[in-house]
Structure formats: C-alpha cells, structure tokens
C-alpha cells in the first residue's frame, strides 16, 4: 500500500494503517529528536508524543509531504520538551553511564576505515563528538536547522516547511549555526586536521 | 562604533556567503565572485576550509539506533480515537449559559436605558414635608411686608410700578431682593445639577418670577431675609409715603404657595436610581462572575 492511501486510512481511524507510517518513518523522527534533545531518554518521550499527537490530528493533514509533517509534530514535541525542560531544570538518571552506553552502541564507528589510520579515526570520533556537544549548546531554532539540513541532509524547501517558517529565515538560522560551531572547532585546533593548526 | 557594526555586518554576510556557497546556493556570478575573494584572502578561506569540514563531519554522524518501536498500540489508538477529548460538565454548562443570559439581560437593560427611558421625567408632587418646609417663609416675609405696610401707609402718589410686588417693590430695597436672590443661587448650588434647578436660575433676570424661587430657599435664604428684614422695614417705611398703592398688591400666601408648587424644585429629594440599571449592574456582575467560573472549570 502506498503512502496516500495509508494516510487516507489513518484518517478514516485505521490504526494498522498508521502504524505501518510510523514505521516507515520512526527512524528519522527519533534521530532528529535524539538531535536535538540530547539525550535518548528524553528524545524516545518525544517521538513517542509526537506519533501520539499525530495519530489524533491526522484528519488535519491536508496533503504534502507526509515526512515533514511528521517531522513538524516532531520538532514542535522537542521544543515543548525543552521548553518544560527550562522551566524545571533536573538531572536524569538515565543520563547515567549514556556515554559508555553510547560508545558500546557506537563501537563500529571507531572502526578505522580502510583508507585512514587508527590514530585518524580517533580522531574522526573525537571530532564527531565534539560536533555532537557544540550543537547542543546552540539556541532550539538554530540547532533544529542545523539537524535538519546537516545531519539529516534536507534542503532548505524542506526545512522551512517543516519549522514553518520563510527561506530567509532559514539561510539565516543556519549560517548562524554554522559559523558558531565553526568558531568552536577553530578553538579546539588540536581535534582539528593540520592544516587549520597555526 | 561604526567601524565595528559595519565589521559585524561584513562578518555576517561573510558566513551567509560560506554557508550559501557550501550548499550551493549561489549564483555564477556570486560564485565566481567569492571564489575570487577565497585565494585573495587566507582568512576566509580558512573559515570556508573549517565550514566545510563541519558540514562534512555533520553529514557522516551516524544515525541513532532506536531504543524501541513506536508504533501505537491498537486499543490505545482506539481510545484516543473515540475519546478525543473529556466531556464537559453540566455544571460547566449551567454556568456557561447562566453567563450568556446575563449578558443578555445587560445588554436589555442597557439597551433600555439608551433608548430614553432616563429621558427626564414628570417633577414628581411636592411633599406634604417639602410644602411645609417652603411655606413658613413665605409666609412670614408676606405677613412682615404686610405689617410694615400697616404701620406706616403710604401717601398716596407714590411712583411704583403697577402690579409691583412687596419684595421688589422697595426702590432703594435691593438688599432684601439681593439677599433673596443670593440665597436662592446658593440653593441652586447646592443642589445637584439637574433639569428640576433650572427655574431658579432664570428669576435672576424675570423679577416678575421672582416668587417661583421662593419655595426652594433654604435655612439660609431665610436668615439673610429676616436680618434684612429692619432695614427693607426701614426702606418700606421710607418708600410708603411715596407709595401707598403698593399695598394694594400682595400676592397672597396661597398664591405663592402655588407659584412655589409649579415651580416645584425638591431640593432634598432622594436621587432614585433606575431599575434597569439597578438590573443592568446585577446582570454584568452575574454575567462576568458565571463567565469566569466556567471558563476556569473548562
């Protein structure tokens, strides 16, 4: 069955039919959020609200790319997590041991690629990881668009559609986000490859 | 200052510039443009060359593997479905449509109120009190006219205006007329501003209407009165020789009791509000007090 007809079967309250959407697009919803969230504990709440809030609004979905509608309701659950997240600041104790967990998951990325040596890869992950921290500390907005068009690889069309707002503001948000990781990675000159030492 | 906006300007559109290029996003003129602008200057470059690297690194983070499946179970998605929202209590209800009511109930009264029934309305008869109250005076300012009449009459010749009254009568007696007059303008500020105090400003200048704003003088009017009274007896005397047919005039006491009564201004009568907007006042407080109740309930 394809997409619209699965869409058009969600909407007249199948259940399987939308599950079968879910599936087709958990993956990137969950690593959008994982993106911007941090953390996989508060990224699986959620993606999981979102499906949730989309499974109840799914008669208002009125054609269009059903990936950045998700996306949307993905987006928009994340900042309300962050949002609530600033209000009530904790400490999770799930984030407890995430790291090593990470890296067990991760193992594979370590792995030296044929054409780089064991100590490249290290510092390939290195890099990766710092990447990963900086991001983190960008404004919601900036770090939802840098996610989106780097790491998830959409265009800037895409984007706008999906955080609803205008191209301009898009080319905006990331330039910024950009040159703020940028300067970041240019402090650090020791995870970088030799030629931006000085 | 400027040196250094114009430098965060440029800044900023350097990074647009990397960005756009990065992605493609610029046109051939533009890229040609800016590639020049890379082998002039090594400190662009060197943010392109780290941009580069940064959108290189993004794009090869690996994806997360999911902690679990999100798919939604079947009879959860079913209650969601069927229950999409709570419903509301009657008691949410009741104070909704009690609020609308009210409002309505405002709106008619208000509505009432505009559409003239506050136009003014018929002088109300004066009280048995009120009568009481005006009357004395005049009686007893008539009555001292009239004895002083008495005592001392008037030759006859005397130049005074037919039809003159006692109180405007004396030539050279304007302090009891202006100690009257004095007296009525301050009842006429004591009193509220309404429609019912306009005739006793106007026998300011009617001397002829003079009586009708006798009935409203107060405590006051009547203690300046009767200290003028040696004096206007003084000026009565003196004028009687000269006018004896001024007597002839008095107005009786009932006549202007009467001319007191169509003047009728109550000074002391309570203000009666309206009803409606007695009704008006409740329905807004029952409308807003209903609203907020049930808003907060939903």
Not at chain 1, 126 to 139: C, D, F, M, N, S
Not at chain 1, 169 to 197: C, G, I, M, N, W
Not at chain 2, 44 to 71: E, G, H, N, S, Y
Not at chain 2, 123 to 132: C, D, E, G
């Amino acid at each position: 069955m394809d997409e619209a007809a699965l869409i058009k079967a969600a909407q007249r309250g199948d259940a399987h039919a939308f599950n079968a959407l879910v599936l087709a697009h958990q993956s990137q919803a969950y690593n959008v959020a994982c993106r911007i969230m941090g953390d996989a504990a508060s990224a699986s709440d959620a993606t999981q609200e979102a499906f949730l809030s989309a499974y109840t609004s799914i008669k208002s979905f009125r054609g269009g790319s059903f990936k950045s509608w998700i996306l949307r309701t993905v987006t928009n659950a994340c900042f309300d997590a962050l949002r609530y997240r600033k209000r009530r600041p904790a400490t999770s104790l799930d984030g407890l041991g995430a790291e090593d967990d990470a890296q067990d998951g991760d193992f594979e990325t370590f792995l030296p690629s044929a054409d780089e040596s064991p100590a490249d890869a290290a510092e390939r992950a290195e890099l990766r990881h710092l990447i990963e921290q900086a991001a983190l500390a960008l404004p919601p907005d900036q770090r939802a668009t840098f996610v989106l068009s780097d790491v998830q690889g959409m265009s800037y069309e895409e984007i706008a559609e999906i955080m609803q707002t205008s191209l301009g503001t898009v080319k905006s948000r990331l330039s910024r986000a950009r040159a703020k990781l940028r300067d970041y990675l240019l402090s650090r000159q020791e995870l970088l490859p030799d030629e931006f030492r000085q | 200052m400027s040196n250094r906006h114009s430098s965060i300007v440029n800044r900023q559109s350097d990074d647009e510039l990397i960005s756009a290029w990065l992605d493609g996003r610029l046109s051939n003129a533009e890229r040609v443009a800016f590639e020049a602008r890379l082998r002039a200057e090594p400190d662009l470059k060197r943010k392109a060359d780290a941009t580069r690297l940064l959108v290189a690194t993004a794009r090869a983070l690996p994806a997360q593997p999911l902690p679990r499946d999100f798919t939604i179970p079947v009879p959860i998605a079913g209650a969601a479905r069927t229950h999409p929202r709570p419903p509301v209590h009657l008691f949410t209800w009741f104070l909704r449509v009690g609020s609308a009511l009210a409002a309505a109930v405002f709106v008619i009264a208000i509505g009432l109120d505009l559409a003239g029934l506050s136009a003014p309305r018929a002088q109300p008869p004066m009280s048995a009190t009120q009568a009481a109250f005006a009357a004395p005076p005049m009686q007893s300012e008539d009555s001292i006219a009239a004895d002083a009449a008495r005592i001392a009459p008037a030759p006859p010749g005397a130049a005074a205006p037919p039809g003159a009254t006692p109180e405007a009568q004396p030539a050279s007696g304007e302090p009891p007329m202006q100690a009257m007059r004095q007296g009525a303008e301050s009842a006429v500020e004591a009193q509220p501003a309404s429609e019912q105090a306009q005739p006793m400003v106007a026998p300011k200048d009617a001397p002829d209407a003079a009586p009708a704003a006798m009935p409203e003088a107060g405590p006051m009017q009547r203690d300046a009165a009767t200290e003028q009274i040696p004096s206007a007896t003084r000026a009565t005397q003196a004028e009687a020789s000269t006018a004896p047919q001024s007597t002839e005039t008095p107005q009786p006491p009932d006549a202007m009791m009467r001319a007191g009564e169509r003047a009728g201004a109550p000074a002391a009568q309570p203000d009666t509000t309206p009803w409606w907007r007695i009704v008006a006042g409740v329905a807004l407080a029952l409308a807003v007090s209903l609203g907020v109740l049930g808003w907060r309930r939903s």
